[in-house]
């Protein structure tokens, strides 16, 4: 069984910044591709920020410039550096795995249970 768990989240003022990190464990051989997505009340899930294996990075426009996205291949680790924070960055961020391939060879995809952002003064 794989499990993502996600830290970092909190509440910050406009301008602000946060470092969201997830680590993702159990039996895995290797993860394709680490993202963010994150989900704002009444609105539906949206890619913030995804990184392959390769370091191939897309990010949403909204967030273009000020948010960069990392991962360790070798920790299964991915991480969000969120700048200039705006009022609208505020949502439940979720980590995602897809394609996590597992030492019995099975192929599928994963989430992190959300980490909570708030921006405001």
């Known amino acids: 069984q794989v499990q993502l768990v996600e830290s970092g989240g909190g509440l910050v003022q406009p301008g602000g910044s946060l470092r969201l990190s997830c680590a993702a464990s159990g039996s895995i051989s290797s993860i394709y591709v680490m993202g963010w997505y994150r989900q704002a009340p009444g609105k539906q899930r949206e890619l913030v920020a995804a990184?392959?294996?390769?370091?191939?990075?897309t990010i949403a426009d909204s967030v273009r410039g000020r948010f960069a996205i990392s991962r360790d291949n070798a920790k299964n680790t991915v991480d969000l550096q969120m700048n200039s924070l705006k009022p609208e960055d505020t949502a439940v961020y979720y980590c995602?795995?897809?394609?996590?391939?597992?030492?019995?060879?099975?192929?599928?995809?994963?989430w992190g249970q959300g980490t909570q952002v708030t921006v405001s003064s």
């Open positions: 990184i392959t294996t390769s370091g191939s990075t």
């Open positions: 995602n795995a897809e394609s996590v391939i597992t030492i019995d060879f099975k192929r599928s995809n994963y």
